[in-house]
């Protein structure tokens, strides 16, 4: 059988900005080519060769018929840049990709819709775009507004439409298109619970009819439920491409294999740095203060140690942590302001060092990431979990409780020990 | 699968990093997708007039104020001599053709960066963007052709039979403009330079160009510019067709068809070598 998508050593190299040969103005072609000097932009972070960055480097997989591919990997680590080529958005520097299909994309909310124009309007507009004609989109109009919700605003201006309700629309569209190969990039960010289910069900219906869908998600929980395979892209190149989904989404939650990464240093590990604050270690600590990087028995309590050089204050800091387990559930999430007000810890300008504990018997038997929280409260995130570059890892294993009777991993996200008594 | 579906091209896409399309495929994605362009040029109409008060009625005021205010300055004022034609049909029927072709002319060069919130999203031949002010522009220039022959019965002038060549011409200006928009777009998209510059130019031809005045106000020995101005042949024969005033040569014929060959293969080739930088640096 030929593969529907084969994707062959495909690279895309992108020129940074502030890069000498990419000029953004004429003015700035004409002046270097008139001055070999020309004007020195701040550059951040040095890099091997900081003019160019290769966003994807010799990806080369296979996808047949059927298949519903998870495509999964840290922001930066070139999906939609992937995507991006497979829908002709944009070109490769090398290689080649051959699709033996119609291809239908849904990249980014609300798909080329004019804010002037109904939705109805947009519907037909974007129908066409998409590859439809007229009496096809007709056919299909009632189907795709029933299925978006919105159909009491179906005749209103899209300019006052919510962005969720944009992306209903657009999803709506995309869906009802019927292409062989179906490419959806992260859209259940946007939109409430029940419609991200539906869009679940509908990718579902799509890949049960025998379509190819490639899907690109942060939620991890709808890779495992939809993706029977998953290529884990990591700096541009294909980390791990199979089809032992579970298995694969577990390591790639946790991180490398082997040994635990307790400690997130900055200067190993990479900086995190803003107009408030620059990151110097975020730690999972013992008794001593020394990183764990080994299993604990659930038994034991452990600290969490943030360490930050805070360069502005703001009453909005907040600091924290928040566990994930292996299927990618929130455990927990804890922050700096959580107590009342005159609770929170003092924090000053320069070096600050945060810490908690986690109680023992709190945890459940398995592996765990910790992500490091950090935000302007209601602002904006500096460190979003799920979304981080920071994270640390946890294993606890054994030491659950004294019984004799539960000494394996129990069934519950938690594994409390509660204090029983009869009176 | 739905067989009923069309798709743009056939089903098998072979990406590459340059894209290996001969200008003969480049038609045909033209040809193709071409209900992809008249939808966006209805939507085009449909936007432009969606807020407005007076709607439609815009299409018709504008050049009909620019006519007055033309009639009065170089009709009353500077006395141009028009072959006998009255000033105001004249200078509406120049107006309403230049008019054409420099909408056509700066908005396909602006087309990318406008649509750039599709581009970056959805595949479909871009090609097509260019294209896109040339029908649009040619539903408002019918509108204001309405008035052109109002006036044209008012002043008595009757048109010749010549006049059923006006959508050839207008085939050609609108050719000319995408062929110019196909050069320039890519280029704006990535440097804004040209659509800061362009209105300046656009302007210095409606100059060069006989809108405001005929050609035989211009002394002999100098009529031979107007031979590699193609614009100018065009907008000669629609007048002479619709006005009955002389036709220009044969020769303005010849050098027309040049231009229009060399700046359509000249756009078509700075597109193409232009076209995969396009969404990464726009």
Sequence with gaps: MTPIISVNGIGKKYRLNGAGSAHDTLRDLLASMI??????????????????????????????????????????????????????????????????????????????????????????????????????????????????????????????????????????????????????????????????????????????????????????????????????????????????????????????????????????????????????????????????????????????EITLDIHRLSPLLNFGCVVVDENGQHVLWSVTTDKAVEDWPELKVGRNVITARVPAHLLNEGRYRMDFFASLHGQGWFSEPGNTSVSVHLQVSGGLSESPYWRSRRPGFIAPVLNWVAN | MSDTLTGHGATRVVIRPRADHTLADCIRDVYSNRHIAWTLALREIQIRYKQSVVGVAWAVLQPLVTTVVFTLLFGLLAKIPTDGVPYPVFVLSGLLFWQYFSKVVSEASGSLVKNEGIITKVFFPRLILPLVPALSAAVELGISLVILFVL?????????????????????????????????????????????????????????????????????????????????????????????????????????????????TLGFRTFRKLEPAIVDRI
């Design chain 1, 35 to 304: 001055s070999r000097n020309r004007p020195e932009r701040a550059t951040e972070a040095p890099q091997a060769n900081p003019r160019e960055f290769w966003a994807l480097k010799d990806v080369c997989f296979d996808v047949n018929e059927g298949e519903v591919v998870g495509i999964v990997g840290r922001n930066g680590a070139g999906k939609s840049t992937l995507l991006k080529i497979l829908s002709r958005i944009t070109t490769p520097t090398t290689g080649e990709a051959i699709l033996n299909g119609r291809v239908g994309s849904l990249l980014e909310v609300g798909t080329g819709f004019h804010p002037e124009l109904t939705g109805r309007e947009n519907v037909y507009f974007n129908g066409t775009i998409l590859g439809l004609r007229k009496h096809e989109i007709k056919a299909r109009f009632d189907e795709i507004v029933a299925f978006s919700g919105i159909e009491a605003f179906i005749d209103t201006p899209i300019k006052r439409y919510s962005s969720g309700m944009k992306m209903r629309l657009a999803f709506s569209v995309a869906a009802h298109l019927e292409p062989e190969i179906m490419i959806i990039d992260e859209v259940l960010a946007v939109g409430d619970v029940d419609f991200q289910t539906k869009c679940l069900g509908k990718m579902r219906d799509v890949a049960s009819a025998g379509r190819t869908v490639l899907f690109v998600s942060h939620n991890m929980n709808a890779v495992m439920q939809l993706c029977s395979r998953i290529v884990w892209l990591e700096r541009g190149q294909v980390k791990a491409d199979s089809k032992d989904v579970h298995q694969t989404c577990g390591r790639y939650l946790l991180g490398e294999e082997g040994k635990l990464q307790g400690g997130h240093e900055a200067e190993l590990h990479g900086a995190l740095e803003c107009d408030f604050f620059s990151l110097r270690s975020f730690r999972i600590v013992g008794p001593e203060g020394v990183t764990l990087d080994h299993p604990i028995p659930g038994s034991c309590d452990f600290g969490v």
């Design chain 2, 152 to 264: 044209m019965l008012i002043y008595g002038v009757t048109p010749t039979p010549y006049v059923l060549l006006l959508p050839v011409l207008l085939l050609f200006a609108g050719l000319l403009g995408y062929g110019i928009g196909l050069m320039l777009s890519p280029i704006n998209a990535i440097y804004r330079d040209v659509s800061i510059a362009l209105p300046f130019f656009v302007q210095i031809g409606m100059y060069l160009t006989p809108v405001i005045y005929p050609v035989s106000f211009v002394p002999e020995r100098y009529q031979w510019v107007f031979l590699f101005n193609p614009v100018a042949a065009l907008l000669d024969t629609a007048r002479a067709a619709l006005l009955g005033s002389p036709f220009p040569s044969l020769a303005a014929y010849g050098v027309l068809l040049l231009w229009t060959a060399f700046i359509f």
